[in-house]
């Protein structure tokens, strides 16, 4: 079907993964009502691949965020969004079909991206807030990207495809990965997740102490390679003076957040960088400077901070609720404010602060 219709781009992926899996034909999953006639998947297929080394598991590549057919986009260096996922997940030696979760996972992330406009890069990293497969016992609550080490870029008659593959992670890896970086972090743990093979029973990486003291060294020695933050709950309110009163001016954050913030000060500000957190309506910029001192206009505030401010600053956010004083910035200050975690129908889970 694909050649009568013409799939230049389906084709070379095609040809890519039989230069790595030979003559095995794949489970493959096909959309039957495609998303741009309503349907609820944005991806035209994934295909399950079962793969034996370095241990038996489950390789899934997307069909879908790439042009397969004809060229459309104006780029003519890159296809589609630039790339497709893998995914790569551990299996029982004699287990003959995949998952239905991880297929829906996989679905989950096109509608993400097809819905925000938002890509995936080789060190990105996503919180899924929640288990990444629903309703198992697993740690893993979040996802890390990087490049497929079987799979590398190629070229099709639609532009460059590079193959991402997405790995779960657990939530203190997630937040070394945004104190330090991505990738840095899954080198420092590649004999213990091998191709990057997701193992929902695993516990954190960070409990292996020589794993632990690379991550503490890198970061430390290097700072931290998040630069922008995306916040849920942000929001600036501007003082206010009156006869009887005086309200400071406030920046409102999330509890679920405000830990992570505290830790990428340190690993941005003291190493000279500025962090940029981006809010539904807001935007908050912490950046160096030779005193503190706060600027806003719009939707934007910008908030300098020496090494002492900064420091102090980071010991002072916690996630719970209270009113932090900017340190040396008279009438300013920061609340946290309760997050609260739902589920995919909206029901609060959790509730954090």
């Known amino acids: 079907m694909n050649e009568e219709i013409g799939a230049p781009g389906w084709d070379a992926i095609d040809q890519e993964l039989e230069r790595l899996y030979g003559s095995q034909e794949p489970k493959h999953y096909g959309t039957l009502i495609s998303y741009a006639l309503g349907g609820q998947d944005p991806l035209d297929g994934i295909s399950a691949y079962k793969a034996e080394s370095p241990i038996p598991h489950w390789h899934f590549v997307t069909y879908g965020f790439s042009e397969l057919y004809e060229k459309e986009s104006e780029d003519q260096e890159v296809s589609g969004f630039g790339f497709e996922l893998t995914f790569r997940l551990q299996r029982d030696a004699d287990e003959e079909e995949p998952p239905a979760w991880a297929l829906n996972l996989l679905q989950n992330m096109g509608r993400y991206v097809f819905g925000s406009g938002n890509v995936f890069r080789s060190g990105d990293y996503l919180d899924a807030n929640g288990p990444i497969c629903l309703g198992a016992d697993t740690q893993l609550t979040a996802l890390a990207f990087a490049e497929d080490p079987e799979l590398p870029a190629i070229q099709t008659p639609n532009g460059q495809v590079e193959f991402l593959e997405m790995t779960g992670i657990t939530g203190d890896e997630l937040e070394a990965m945004q104190t330090w970086n991505t990738l840095g972090v899954l080198g420092a743990a590649e004999e213990h997740i091998p191709y990057y093979i997701t193992d929902l029973t695993r516990g954190s990486l960070l409990r292996i102490p020589p794993v632990a003291e690379k991550i503490r060294q890198g970061a430390e020695a290097e700072g931290s390679s998040t630069g922008f933050l995306f916040v ?116 609060v889970v959790k509730v954090i602060g």
């Not at 009163?245 to 913030?261: E, T, W």
């Open 232 to 347: 849920d709950q942000l929001a600036w309110e501007p003082g206010k003076s009156g006869w009887f009163s005086k309200q400071p001016s406030v920046v409102k954050m999330g509890a679920k957040q405000a830990g992570i913030i505290a830790k990428l000060l340190l690993g941005r500000i003291l190493k000279g960088r500025s962090l940029t957190l981006v809010g539904p309506d807001t935007r908050v910029v912490f950046e160096p400077g030779q005193k503190p001192e706060l600027k806003a206009e719009g939707g934007e505030v910008r908030i300098a901070l020496d090494d002492q401010a900064a420091s102090e600053l980071s010991r002072s956010l916690a996630p719970k609720e209270s009113v932090v004083p900017l340190p040396s910035v008279k009438g300013a200050a920061i609340q946290i404010v309760k997050t609260q975690i739902k589920d995919s129908d909206g029901n």
